[in-house]
Antibody
Framework: EVQLVESGGGLVQPGGSLRLSCAAS????????MSWVRQAPGKGLEWVAN????????YYVDSVKGRFTISRDNAKNSLYLQMNSLRAEDTAVYYC???????????????????WGKGTTVTVSS | NFMLTQPHSVSASPGKTVTISCTRS????????VQWYQQRPGSSPTPVIY?????PSGVPDRFSGSIDSSSNSASLTISGLKTEDEADYFC?????????FGGGTKLTVL
């Protein structure tokens, strides 16, 4: 069964750090782009970041650039999101998603997320 | 970047047909594929339409997608509504190096 399981969420103070993990099973993670998408309480979906199969390309939404870092370990079939300088507005459920992406490094020509995990909750509060 | 605008909510009775729109603010709706995701309460999103009108394996043919260049919008149509279709639905597209979601539409099956 194709599955993604996120972990690492929790309560953190503003300015703090957290590292999210996503464990993939049932498919070869190294064959796919992977994405992080978040959903603030009662709000819609917001794409956060993605990473190419070999980790050579990474893209971020403007609001997290310089604070969040996406990475992967294909040997462990795992995806990560290192979140630093956290703010209250980063409070959300964070989902990892298997993705199919076509890009020339400046423009997305195709983007589809076909498998999603159940999410992990990040709360930034003092 | 453009925005994707969806109605906040729609409702219909079981057995009826409902259509949810997703309007692109600038640029042609036909320029980039539109995907649709269903999110039932307490669950994660799952795709119901990709590439404007394609159904993933396992999604019933009651779900269909289309685009309309005259209104610059995409639509998700669900026919033969069932109570299990009650959920939030999000459209998604992409542009430049960004991925964009609509604000979501809450479907209530009365």
């Amino acid at each position: 069964e194709v599955q993604l399981v996120e972990s690492g969420g929790g309560l953190v103070q503003p300015g703090g750090s957290l590292r999210l993990s996503c464990a993939a099973s049932g498919f070869t993670c190294s064959s796919f782009w992977m994405s992080w998408v978040r959903q603030a309480p009662g709000k819609g979906l917001e794409w956060v970041a993605n990473i190419k199969q070999d980790g050579s390309e990474k893209y971020y939404v403007d609001s997290v650039k310089g604070r969040f870092t996406i990475s992967r370990d294909n040997a462990k079939n795992s995806l990560y999101l290192q979140m630093n300088s956290l703010r209250a507005e980063d409070t959300a459920v964070y989902y990892c998603a298997r993705s199919t992406v076509v890009t020339d490094e400046t423009y997305f020509y195709y983007y589809y997320m076909d498998v999603w995990g159940k999410g992990t909750t990040v709360t930034v509060s003092s | 970047n453009f925005m994707l605008t969806q109605p906040h909510s729609v409702s219909a009775s079981p057995g009826k047909t409902v259509t949810i729109s997703c309007t692109r603010s600038s640029g042609s709706i036909a320029s980039n594929y539109v995907q649709w995701y269903q999110q039932r309460p307490g669950s994660s999103p799952t795709p119901v339409i990709y590439e404007d009108n394609q159904r993933p394996s396992g999604v019933p043919d009651r779900f269909s997608g289309s685009i309309d260049s005259s209104s610059n919008s995409a639509s998700l149509t669900i026919s033969g509504l069932k109570t299990e279709d009650e959920a939030d639905y999000f459209c998604q597209s992409y542009d430049s190096s960004n991925v964009l979601f609509g604000g979501g539409t809450k479907l209530t099956v009365l």
